[in-house]
Protein backbone atom coordinates (compact mmCIF):
# COMPACT_ATOMS: atom_id res chain seq x y z
CA UNK A 1 0.00 0.00 0.00
CA UNK A 2 2.90 2.47 0.45
CA UNK A 3 4.20 1.63 -2.76
CA UNK A 4 1.64 2.70 -4.14
CA UNK A 5 0.87 6.19 -2.14
CA UNK A 6 4.17 7.00 -2.67
CA UNK A 7 3.96 8.17 -6.81
CA UNK A 8 0.50 9.93 -5.72
CA UNK A 9 3.04 11.97 -3.22
CA UNK A 10 5.37 12.33 -5.91
CA UNK A 11 3.21 13.74 -8.08
CA UNK A 12 1.70 16.08 -5.83
CA UNK A 13 4.69 17.49 -5.06
CA UNK A 14 4.97 19.05 -8.44
CA UNK A 15 3.90 23.12 -9.09
CA UNK A 16 0.81 23.45 -11.21
CA UNK A 17 0.54 25.50 -13.61
CA UNK A 18 -3.19 25.36 -13.97
CA UNK A 19 -5.74 28.63 -13.17
CA UNK A 20 -6.31 28.98 -10.01
CA UNK A 21 -8.20 31.63 -7.84
CA UNK A 22 -5.56 33.25 -6.06
CA UNK A 23 -3.38 36.30 -8.08
CA UNK A 24 0.32 36.41 -7.76
CA UNK A 25 1.80 39.50 -7.83
CA UNK A 26 3.58 41.10 -11.40
CA UNK A 27 6.19 42.88 -9.45
CA UNK A 28 8.59 39.84 -9.58
CA UNK A 29 8.71 36.60 -10.95
CA UNK A 30 10.52 35.27 -14.07
CA UNK A 31 9.22 34.20 -17.10
CA UNK A 32 8.10 30.13 -17.49
CA UNK A 33 8.03 29.90 -13.67
CA UNK A 34 5.79 27.04 -12.30
CA UNK A 35 2.87 28.42 -10.08
CA UNK A 36 1.37 26.22 -6.97
CA UNK A 37 -2.37 26.61 -7.27
CA UNK A 38 -3.99 29.07 -4.38
CA UNK A 39 -5.33 26.16 -2.45
CA UNK A 40 -2.35 24.43 -1.92
CA UNK A 41 -1.03 27.82 -0.84
CA UNK A 42 -3.55 28.58 1.02
CA UNK A 43 -3.43 25.02 3.07
CA UNK A 44 0.73 26.36 3.50
CA UNK A 45 -0.11 29.89 4.57
CA UNK A 46 -3.02 28.81 7.18
CA UNK A 47 -1.01 25.55 9.02
CA UNK A 48 2.19 27.64 9.16
CA UNK A 49 0.13 30.70 10.83
CA UNK A 50 -1.45 27.95 13.35
CA UNK A 51 1.78 26.85 14.24
CA UNK A 52 2.84 29.85 15.17
CA UNK A 53 0.15 30.35 16.85
CA UNK A 54 0.12 27.23 18.88
CA UNK A 55 3.52 27.69 20.42
CA UNK A 56 4.94 29.61 23.02
CA UNK A 57 5.85 33.37 22.04
CA UNK A 58 9.39 34.40 23.80
CA UNK A 59 10.61 37.49 24.91
CA UNK A 60 13.38 36.86 22.95
CA UNK A 61 14.84 34.73 20.29
CA UNK A 62 11.56 33.71 18.59
CA UNK A 63 10.42 33.22 15.12
CA UNK A 64 8.36 36.93 16.15
CA UNK A 65 8.78 39.55 18.41
CA UNK A 66 6.57 38.77 21.08
CA UNK A 67 4.05 41.23 20.59
CA UNK A 68 3.49 40.84 17.24
CA UNK A 69 3.50 36.92 17.83
CA UNK A 70 0.79 37.29 20.26
CA UNK A 71 -1.59 39.79 17.73
CA UNK A 72 -0.83 36.67 14.84
CA UNK A 73 -1.90 34.27 17.59
CA UNK A 74 -4.80 36.27 18.24
CA UNK A 75 -6.02 36.92 14.26
CA UNK A 76 -5.04 33.20 13.74
CA UNK A 77 -8.87 32.05 15.21
CA UNK A 78 -10.70 34.49 12.65
CA UNK A 79 -8.54 35.07 9.62
CA UNK A 80 -11.35 36.22 7.62
CA UNK A 81 -12.06 39.11 9.58
CA UNK A 82 -8.43 39.82 10.38
CA UNK A 83 -8.04 40.08 6.31
CA UNK A 84 -11.22 42.53 6.11
CA UNK A 85 -9.53 44.69 8.43
CA UNK A 86 -5.62 44.47 7.07
CA UNK A 87 -4.38 42.73 9.76
CA UNK A 88 -3.63 39.37 8.38
CA UNK A 89 -0.14 38.55 6.69
CA UNK A 90 0.44 38.85 3.01
CA UNK A 91 1.42 35.61 1.18
CA UNK A 92 4.62 35.13 -0.63
CA UNK A 93 5.44 31.61 -2.18
CA UNK A 94 8.08 30.54 -4.49
CA UNK A 95 7.92 27.25 -7.25
CA UNK A 96 11.38 25.64 -9.12
CA UNK A 97 10.68 26.64 -12.38
CA UNK A 98 11.69 22.76 -13.21
CA UNK A 99 9.99 19.98 -10.91
CA UNK A 100 13.13 19.24 -9.26
CA UNK A 101 14.96 21.87 -8.74
CA UNK A 102 15.90 22.97 -5.32
CA UNK A 103 15.41 26.71 -3.81
CA UNK A 104 17.87 28.86 -1.99
CA UNK A 105 17.03 32.15 0.34
CA UNK A 106 19.37 34.55 0.10
CA UNK A 107 19.31 37.94 2.57
CA UNK A 108 20.91 41.10 2.25
CA UNK A 109 22.93 40.24 5.41
CA UNK A 110 24.38 37.36 3.69
CA UNK A 111 22.86 34.72 5.35
CA UNK A 112 21.30 31.90 3.38
CA UNK A 113 24.31 32.49 0.50
CA UNK A 114 25.28 28.81 2.12
CA UNK A 115 23.19 25.57 1.61
CA UNK A 116 19.84 26.42 3.48
CA UNK A 117 19.01 25.03 6.48
CA UNK A 118 16.46 25.81 9.67
CA UNK A 119 18.18 27.37 12.20
CA UNK A 120 15.29 27.21 15.01
CA UNK A 121 17.28 27.39 18.51
CA UNK A 122 18.03 23.72 19.79
CA UNK A 123 17.66 22.20 22.37
CA UNK A 124 20.35 22.79 25.12
CA UNK A 125 23.69 20.94 23.43
CA UNK A 126 27.22 20.92 24.81
CA UNK A 127 28.23 22.25 21.24
CA UNK A 128 28.41 25.45 20.02
CA UNK A 129 29.41 27.46 17.54
CA UNK A 130 32.65 30.37 18.38
CA UNK A 131 29.88 33.16 18.33
CA UNK A 132 27.81 31.86 20.78
CA UNK A 133 24.85 31.16 18.59
CA UNK A 134 22.62 27.98 18.19
CA UNK A 135 24.15 25.54 16.01
CA UNK A 136 21.63 24.74 13.42
CA UNK A 137 20.48 21.43 11.35
CA UNK A 138 22.28 20.32 8.92
CA UNK A 139 22.53 21.95 5.76
CA UNK A 140 20.44 20.32 2.71
CA UNK A 141 21.15 21.13 -1.15
CA UNK A 142 17.52 23.50 -0.73
CA UNK A 143 14.39 23.17 -0.82
CA UNK A 144 11.39 22.18 -3.10
CA UNK A 145 9.72 25.40 -2.03
CA UNK A 146 9.36 28.40 0.25
CA UNK A 147 7.35 30.24 1.98
CA UNK A 148 6.73 33.59 3.40
CA UNK A 149 4.46 35.54 5.47
CA UNK A 150 4.82 39.24 6.29
CA UNK A 151 2.49 40.47 8.67
CA UNK A 152 2.94 44.44 7.92
CA UNK A 153 2.44 43.78 4.27
CA UNK A 154 3.50 47.23 2.32
CA UNK A 155 5.72 48.62 5.54
CA UNK A 156 9.17 50.01 4.63
CA UNK A 157 12.13 46.95 5.51
CA UNK A 158 13.31 45.85 7.70
CA UNK A 159 10.38 44.52 9.99
CA UNK A 160 10.20 40.87 10.87
CA UNK A 161 8.94 38.70 8.63
CA UNK A 162 8.17 34.55 9.00
CA UNK A 163 10.03 32.32 6.41
CA UNK A 164 9.23 28.64 5.93
CA UNK A 165 11.12 25.79 4.18
CA UNK A 166 9.03 23.31 2.26
CA UNK A 167 10.26 19.64 1.69
CA UNK A 168 8.21 17.22 -0.57
CA UNK A 169 8.42 13.52 -0.58
CA UNK A 170 9.68 13.59 3.17
CA UNK A 171 7.75 10.76 5.01
CA UNK A 172 6.08 11.90 8.87
CA UNK A 173 9.19 10.02 10.88
CA UNK A 174 11.54 11.83 9.24
CA UNK A 175 9.80 15.24 9.80
CA UNK A 176 8.50 14.82 13.42
CA UNK A 177 10.91 16.81 15.53
CA UNK A 178 10.60 19.60 18.11
CA UNK A 179 10.32 22.63 14.99
CA UNK A 180 9.08 21.04 12.29
CA UNK A 181 5.98 20.16 10.93
CA UNK A 182 3.98 17.58 8.70
CA UNK A 183 1.13 18.35 6.73
CA UNK A 184 0.41 15.74 5.21
CA UNK A 185 0.81 14.09 1.60
CA UNK A 186 4.72 13.63 2.19
CA UNK A 187 4.82 17.22 2.89
CA UNK A 188 7.34 18.88 5.83
CA UNK A 189 6.91 22.28 6.87
CA UNK A 190 10.34 23.79 8.70
CA UNK A 191 10.62 27.77 10.03
CA UNK A 192 13.70 29.43 9.81
CA UNK A 193 15.12 31.93 11.63
CA UNK A 194 18.77 33.36 11.38
CA UNK A 195 21.56 30.98 11.15
CA UNK A 196 24.24 33.01 13.77
CA UNK A 197 21.95 34.69 16.31
CA UNK A 198 22.74 35.20 19.75
CA UNK A 199 22.63 31.87 21.43
CA UNK A 200 19.62 32.46 23.62
CA UNK A 201 20.86 30.29 26.56
CA UNK A 202 24.15 32.13 26.84
CA UNK A 203 24.53 34.22 30.34
CA UNK A 204 25.52 37.80 30.12
CA UNK A 205 27.39 39.48 33.17
CA UNK A 206 26.43 43.25 33.44
CA UNK A 207 28.52 46.26 32.08
CA UNK A 208 29.87 47.36 34.89
CA UNK A 209 33.56 46.48 35.83
CA UNK A 210 33.86 44.64 39.38
CA UNK A 211 30.39 44.31 39.96
CA UNK A 212 30.80 40.11 40.93
CA UNK A 213 34.15 41.07 43.06
CA UNK A 214 32.29 43.63 45.08
CA UNK A 215 30.92 42.82 48.83
CA UNK A 216 30.30 39.08 49.67
CA UNK A 217 26.75 37.75 49.32
CA UNK A 218 26.28 39.48 46.12
CA UNK A 219 24.37 37.83 43.26
CA UNK A 220 26.69 38.23 40.11
CA UNK A 221 24.62 40.83 38.08
CA UNK A 222 22.96 39.07 34.66
CA UNK A 223 21.23 41.33 31.36
CA UNK A 224 18.57 39.39 29.45
CA UNK A 225 20.34 37.93 26.30
CA UNK A 226 20.17 40.58 23.43
CA UNK A 227 20.23 38.68 20.28
CA UNK A 228 17.75 39.18 17.21
CA UNK A 229 17.09 36.05 15.52
CA UNK A 230 14.37 36.85 13.28
CA UNK A 231 14.75 37.63 9.92
CA UNK A 232 13.72 41.24 9.26
CA UNK A 233 14.13 41.13 5.01
CA UNK A 234 12.09 39.67 1.78
CA UNK A 235 14.58 37.09 0.40
CA UNK A 236 15.65 36.52 -2.89
CA UNK A 237 14.61 33.00 -3.48
CA UNK A 238 16.91 31.34 -6.53
CA UNK A 239 17.52 28.45 -8.04
CA UNK A 240 20.39 26.48 -6.00
CA UNK A 241 22.28 25.97 -9.79
CA UNK A 242 20.97 29.80 -11.41
CA UNK A 243 24.01 32.40 -11.82
CA UNK A 244 22.13 34.79 -12.41
CA UNK A 245 19.77 34.91 -9.23
CA UNK A 246 16.34 35.00 -10.66
CA UNK A 247 13.78 36.05 -7.92
CA UNK A 248 11.52 33.32 -7.83
CA UNK A 249 9.61 34.40 -4.72
CA UNK A 250 6.13 36.60 -5.65
CA UNK A 251 2.86 37.07 -3.49
CA UNK A 252 -0.05 35.62 -3.58
CA UNK A 253 -3.69 36.88 -3.25
CA UNK A 254 -5.21 34.15 -1.24
CA UNK A 255 -8.65 34.37 0.58
CA UNK A 256 -8.10 35.53 4.13
CA UNK A 257 -4.85 36.86 3.89
CA UNK A 258 -4.08 40.74 3.49
CA UNK A 259 -4.00 41.67 -0.15
CA UNK A 260 -0.60 42.32 -2.01
CA UNK A 261 1.05 45.55 -1.52
CA UNK A 262 1.82 47.35 -4.85
CA UNK A 263 5.35 48.21 -5.96
CA UNK A 264 6.35 51.34 -7.25
CA UNK A 265 6.41 51.25 -11.05
CA UNK A 266 9.66 51.88 -11.30
CA UNK A 267 11.20 53.84 -14.92
CA UNK A 268 14.83 54.98 -15.23
CA UNK A 269 15.27 58.82 -16.15
CA UNK A 270 18.71 58.19 -17.77
CA UNK A 271 19.61 56.46 -20.91
CA UNK A 272 22.27 54.32 -19.85
CA UNK A 273 21.06 51.03 -19.33
CA UNK A 274 24.53 49.08 -18.21
CA UNK A 275 25.08 49.56 -14.50
CA UNK A 276 28.54 52.39 -13.78
CA UNK A 277 30.74 50.77 -11.82
CA UNK A 278 32.56 53.88 -9.45
CA UNK A 279 35.77 52.11 -8.68
CA UNK A 280 36.41 51.21 -12.69
CA UNK A 281 37.50 54.63 -14.90
CA UNK A 282 36.03 53.17 -17.96
CA UNK A 283 34.67 55.17 -21.26
CA UNK A 284 30.97 54.20 -20.52
CA UNK A 285 31.35 55.82 -17.08
CA UNK A 286 32.43 59.15 -18.19
CA UNK A 287 29.91 61.03 -16.85
CA UNK A 288 29.57 63.20 -13.44
CA UNK A 289 27.05 61.57 -12.31
CA UNK A 290 26.68 64.39 -9.18
CA UNK A 291 28.34 67.90 -9.48
CA UNK A 292 29.71 68.71 -6.46
CA UNK A 293 31.97 71.84 -7.47
CA UNK A 294 28.62 73.74 -7.34
CA UNK A 295 28.08 72.93 -3.72
CA UNK A 296 30.44 75.11 -2.02
CA UNK A 297 31.25 78.95 -3.55
CA UNK A 298 33.69 81.98 -2.42
CA UNK A 299 32.48 84.29 0.26
CA UNK A 300 28.89 82.14 0.44
CA UNK A 301 26.98 79.83 3.09
CA UNK A 302 24.20 77.95 2.13
CA UNK A 303 21.58 75.58 3.73
CA UNK A 304 22.13 71.99 2.09
CA UNK A 305 19.91 68.98 2.41
CA UNK A 306 20.75 65.37 1.12
CA UNK A 307 17.76 62.97 1.20
CA UNK A 308 18.45 59.29 0.61
CA UNK A 309 14.99 56.90 0.36
CA UNK A 310 13.35 54.51 -2.34
CA UNK A 311 13.49 50.59 -1.28
CA UNK A 312 16.40 48.06 -1.65
CA UNK A 313 14.68 46.39 -4.28
CA UNK A 314 11.99 46.78 -7.01
CA UNK A 315 9.28 44.41 -4.94
CA UNK A 316 10.23 45.78 -2.01
CA UNK A 317 10.19 49.88 -3.22
CA UNK A 318 6.62 51.46 -2.90
CA UNK A 319 4.59 54.41 -3.67
CA UNK A 320 5.27 55.80 -0.35
CA UNK A 321 8.96 55.96 -0.47
CA UNK A 322 8.24 58.50 -3.56
CA UNK A 323 5.94 60.07 -1.55
CA UNK A 324 8.09 60.75 1.30
CA UNK A 325 10.89 62.20 -0.85
CA UNK A 326 8.51 64.48 -2.73
CA UNK A 327 7.43 65.44 0.36
CA UNK A 328 10.42 66.36 2.54
CA UNK A 329 11.42 68.03 -0.58
CA UNK A 330 8.38 70.34 -1.24
CA UNK A 331 8.98 71.29 2.53
CA UNK A 332 12.68 72.26 2.29
CA UNK A 333 11.85 74.59 -1.09
CA UNK A 334 9.06 76.28 0.99
CA UNK A 335 11.89 77.11 3.86
CA UNK A 336 13.90 78.44 1.65
CA UNK A 337 16.52 75.59 0.42
CA UNK A 338 17.66 76.01 -3.24
CA UNK A 339 17.15 73.06 -5.49
CA UNK A 340 20.80 73.22 -6.49
CA UNK A 341 21.40 71.99 -2.83
CA UNK A 342 18.63 69.75 -2.43
CA UNK A 343 21.21 66.12 -3.77
CA UNK A 344 18.03 63.42 -3.68
CA UNK A 345 19.34 59.74 -3.94
CA UNK A 346 16.70 57.67 -4.61
CA UNK A 347 16.28 53.75 -6.04
CA UNK A 348 18.53 52.73 -8.92
CA UNK A 349 19.48 55.39 -12.06
CA UNK A 350 16.98 57.66 -10.54
CA UNK A 351 13.43 57.73 -11.14
CA UNK A 352 11.73 59.50 -13.75
CA UNK A 353 8.15 59.61 -11.58
CA UNK A 354 9.88 61.71 -8.77
CA UNK A 355 12.47 63.84 -11.09
CA UNK A 356 9.48 64.77 -13.14
CA UNK A 357 8.68 66.98 -9.80
CA UNK A 358 11.55 67.03 -8.03
CA UNK A 359 14.42 67.75 -11.07
CA UNK A 360 17.80 65.66 -11.21
CA UNK A 361 17.61 62.59 -9.22
CA UNK A 362 20.61 60.66 -8.45
CA UNK A 363 20.68 56.80 -8.34
CA UNK A 364 20.36 55.49 -4.44
CA UNK A 365 24.07 53.30 -5.71
CA UNK A 366 26.41 55.90 -5.77
CA UNK A 367 27.61 55.85 -2.20
CA UNK A 368 30.21 57.22 -2.85
CA UNK A 369 29.20 60.06 -4.56
CA UNK A 370 26.82 60.27 -1.54
CA UNK A 371 30.06 60.26 1.00
CA UNK A 372 32.02 62.41 -0.80
CA UNK A 373 29.58 65.23 -0.99
CA UNK A 374 28.82 64.96 2.98
CA UNK A 375 32.31 64.94 3.43
CA UNK A 376 32.63 68.42 0.99
CA UNK A 377 29.99 70.06 2.45
CA UNK A 378 31.60 68.95 6.49
CA UNK A 379 35.02 69.75 5.68
CA UNK A 380 34.61 73.16 4.03
CA UNK A 381 34.54 75.87 6.10
CA UNK A 382 31.53 78.21 5.93
CA UNK A 383 30.22 76.08 3.23
CA UNK A 384 26.76 75.13 4.71
CA UNK A 385 25.02 76.97 7.46
CA UNK A 386 21.60 74.30 8.15
CA UNK A 387 22.67 70.72 7.12
CA UNK A 388 19.76 68.55 6.57
CA UNK A 389 19.96 64.66 6.08
CA UNK A 390 16.68 62.89 5.50
CA UNK A 391 17.09 58.77 5.51
CA UNK A 392 13.97 56.70 4.33
CA UNK A 393 16.41 53.25 3.16
CA UNK A 394 15.53 50.03 4.40
CA UNK A 395 17.39 49.08 7.74
CA UNK A 396 18.73 46.48 9.13
CA UNK A 397 18.02 46.07 13.25
CA UNK A 398 21.80 47.25 13.45
CA UNK A 399 21.26 50.57 12.10
CA UNK A 400 22.97 49.70 8.67
CA UNK A 401 21.31 51.46 5.62
CA UNK A 402 20.50 49.54 2.14
CA UNK A 403 20.92 51.58 -0.62
CA UNK A 404 19.88 49.24 -3.68
CA UNK A 405 21.02 46.00 -5.02
CA UNK A 406 22.60 46.86 -7.93
CA UNK A 407 24.16 43.45 -9.34
CA UNK A 408 21.09 41.53 -8.01
CA UNK A 409 22.40 39.02 -5.90
CA UNK A 410 19.95 39.29 -3.38
CA UNK A 411 22.89 40.15 -0.50
CA UNK A 412 23.97 43.75 0.38
CA UNK A 413 27.54 44.53 -0.44
CA UNK A 414 29.89 46.77 1.10
CA UNK A 415 28.65 49.50 -1.63
CA UNK A 416 25.03 48.74 -1.49
CA UNK A 417 24.85 49.61 2.48
CA UNK A 418 25.51 52.28 4.59
CA UNK A 419 26.38 51.73 7.75
CA UNK A 420 26.01 54.01 11.15
CA UNK A 421 29.61 53.98 11.81
CA UNK A 422 29.87 55.64 8.23
CA UNK A 423 27.17 57.99 8.45
CA UNK A 424 28.62 59.15 11.98
CA UNK A 425 32.18 59.05 10.44
CA UNK A 426 31.11 61.30 7.66
CA UNK A 427 29.43 63.91 10.22
CA UNK A 428 31.98 63.84 13.02
CA UNK A 429 33.50 67.35 13.57
CA UNK A 430 31.14 68.68 10.91
CA UNK A 431 32.02 72.46 10.20
CA UNK A 432 28.12 73.10 9.32
CA UNK A 433 26.64 75.33 11.83
CA UNK A 434 24.19 72.45 12.63
CA UNK A 435 23.01 69.16 11.29
CA UNK A 436 19.05 67.73 11.56
CA UNK A 437 19.42 64.13 11.00
CA UNK A 438 15.84 63.18 10.08
CA UNK A 439 15.51 59.23 10.43
CA UNK A 440 12.20 57.95 9.10
CA UNK A 441 13.66 54.06 8.96
CA UNK A 442 12.22 50.65 10.96
CA UNK A 443 15.31 50.67 13.53
CA UNK A 444 16.53 53.78 14.73
CA UNK A 445 17.71 53.15 18.50
CA UNK A 446 21.05 52.22 17.43
CA UNK A 447 22.02 55.27 15.92
CA UNK A 448 20.40 57.28 18.45
CA UNK A 449 22.64 55.08 20.87
CA UNK A 450 26.01 55.73 19.33
CA UNK A 451 24.80 59.50 19.01
CA UNK A 452 24.18 60.02 22.62
CA UNK A 453 27.77 58.70 23.68
CA UNK A 454 29.55 60.48 20.85
CA UNK A 455 31.41 63.71 22.03
CA UNK A 456 32.82 64.08 18.12
CA UNK A 457 29.48 65.47 16.75
CA UNK A 458 28.60 68.38 19.19
CA UNK A 459 26.58 70.22 16.16
CA UNK A 460 24.19 67.17 15.53
CA UNK A 461 20.50 66.30 15.98
CA UNK A 462 18.71 63.49 15.27
CA UNK A 463 14.94 63.18 14.99
CA UNK A 464 13.45 60.07 15.20
CA UNK A 465 10.39 58.03 16.00
CA UNK A 466 10.03 57.04 19.76
CA UNK A 467 9.04 53.37 18.56
CA UNK A 468 9.97 51.07 15.44
CA UNK A 469 8.51 53.02 12.52
CA UNK A 470 5.67 50.31 10.21
CA UNK A 471 6.28 52.29 7.47
CA UNK A 472 3.92 54.73 5.11
CA UNK A 473 4.23 58.23 5.39
CA UNK A 474 2.82 59.21 8.39
CA UNK A 475 6.70 60.78 9.74
CA UNK A 476 7.20 62.78 6.45
CA UNK A 477 3.57 64.32 6.43
CA UNK A 478 4.04 65.52 9.97
CA UNK A 479 7.37 66.73 8.95
CA UNK A 480 5.96 68.36 5.67
CA UNK A 481 4.10 70.89 7.23
CA UNK A 482 6.73 73.01 8.91
CA UNK A 483 6.78 76.19 8.65
CA UNK A 484 9.65 78.77 7.88
CA UNK A 485 8.74 81.12 10.76
CA UNK A 486 8.48 77.91 12.76
CA UNK A 487 10.52 76.60 15.84
CA UNK A 488 11.78 73.13 15.51
CA UNK A 489 11.13 72.65 19.23
CA UNK A 490 7.45 73.99 19.26
CA UNK A 491 7.08 72.00 16.14
CA UNK A 492 8.15 68.69 18.42
CA UNK A 493 6.97 69.08 21.74
CA UNK A 494 2.87 69.25 20.63
CA UNK A 495 3.72 65.92 19.13
CA UNK A 496 4.17 62.43 21.07
CA UNK A 497 5.02 59.78 18.68
CA UNK A 498 8.54 62.08 17.72
CA UNK A 499 11.37 62.84 19.73
CA UNK A 500 15.02 64.53 19.03
CA UNK A 501 18.50 62.93 19.91
CA UNK A 502 21.25 65.09 21.11
CA UNK A 503 25.16 63.82 21.28
CA UNK A 504 26.53 64.07 24.71
CA UNK A 505 27.17 67.86 25.44
CA UNK A 506 24.97 69.06 22.55
CA UNK A 507 23.01 72.40 23.74
CA UNK A 508 19.07 72.11 23.05
CA UNK A 509 19.53 75.44 21.44
CA UNK A 510 20.27 73.68 18.29
CA UNK A 511 16.45 73.13 17.96
CA UNK A 512 15.23 76.47 19.27
CA UNK A 513 15.60 77.67 15.78
CA UNK A 514 13.81 77.40 12.40
CA UNK A 515 15.08 74.95 9.94
CA UNK A 516 16.58 77.59 8.39
CA UNK A 517 18.67 78.58 11.40
CA UNK A 518 16.51 81.61 12.03
CA UNK A 519 15.75 82.72 15.87
CA UNK A 520 12.42 81.66 17.34
CA UNK A 521 12.03 84.40 19.59
CA UNK A 522 14.11 87.83 18.54
CA UNK A 523 13.00 91.16 19.96
CA UNK A 524 11.41 92.28 17.72
CA UNK A 525 10.37 89.67 15.75
CA UNK A 526 11.44 89.12 12.46
CA UNK A 527 9.63 90.14 9.46
CA UNK A 528 9.37 87.95 6.37
CA UNK A 529 11.46 89.48 4.17
CA UNK A 530 14.15 90.20 6.75
CA UNK A 531 13.81 86.37 7.81
CA UNK A 532 14.60 85.44 3.73
CA UNK A 533 17.76 87.94 3.24
CA UNK A 534 19.12 86.73 6.74
CA UNK A 535 18.78 83.36 7.22
CA UNK A 536 17.10 80.94 4.32
CA UNK A 537 19.03 79.82 1.48
CA UNK A 538 22.15 81.66 0.94
CA UNK A 539 24.19 84.44 2.46
CA UNK A 540 27.44 86.42 1.38
CA UNK A 541 30.38 86.26 3.57
CA UNK A 542 32.55 88.68 4.72
CA UNK A 543 35.84 88.57 3.12
CA UNK A 544 37.62 89.17 6.43
CA UNK A 545 35.84 86.18 7.55
CA UNK A 546 36.30 83.91 4.33
CA UNK A 547 40.06 84.51 4.54
CA UNK A 548 40.44 83.71 8.21
CA UNK A 549 38.72 80.17 7.50
CA UNK A 550 41.03 79.83 5.24
CA UNK A 551 43.93 80.46 6.85
CA UNK A 552 42.83 78.27 10.01
CA UNK A 553 42.13 75.56 7.30
CA UNK A 554 45.13 74.94 5.30
CA UNK A 555 47.30 74.28 8.84
CA UNK A 556 44.60 71.66 9.15
CA UNK A 557 45.41 70.06 5.33
CA UNK A 558 48.81 70.65 5.46
CA UNK A 559 48.84 67.87 8.82
Known sequence: MAALLWPLALLASFPVSSSFSGEPSSSSSSSGERRFPAWRVSRWASAALRHVASGPCPER????PRAQCQRLARLSSSSAAAASQGAAPAVYVSAPARPGTKLRALLPDGWGDRASAAAAPQAPSRSHNASGGA??????????????????????????????????????????????????????????QRNHCENQLKRRPGRGKGWSQRASGRVRREEAPVGLCEIHFLPTVVAAQDPKHLQNLHCMNLHGFSLCPQPLSLVSSSSTAAYCELNKNTRRCHRQQLPMYKSCRMYQTCDHAVLIAGGWQEQVTYPHHAQNLLLFYQMLQRNGFRQEH?????????????????????????????????????????????????????????????????????????????????????????????????????????????LRASRRHPNVVLVRSNGATTGGSAFAEFWAGLQPDQCL?????????????????????????????????????????????????????????WYQSRHQQLPQEDE
Open 342 to 450: IKAFFANEGQASVAVEMGEVHPATEKLAIRSHLALLCRSLHCADSLVLYLNSPAASDGTMLLWDSNRNGIADPKERYPITELLADLENCNARRVLLFLDQSYPGPLAKK
Open 61 to 64: GGLL
Open 135 to 192: LSRPAAAGQDAILVLDPSPGASFGHPILLFYLDFNVSPRRCRSRDRLYLGSYECLTPA
Open 489 to 545: LQHILPVGPWSAVLASGVPAQLLNVTLAGAPCHSVPPLGEEERQRRYQGCQNLPTML
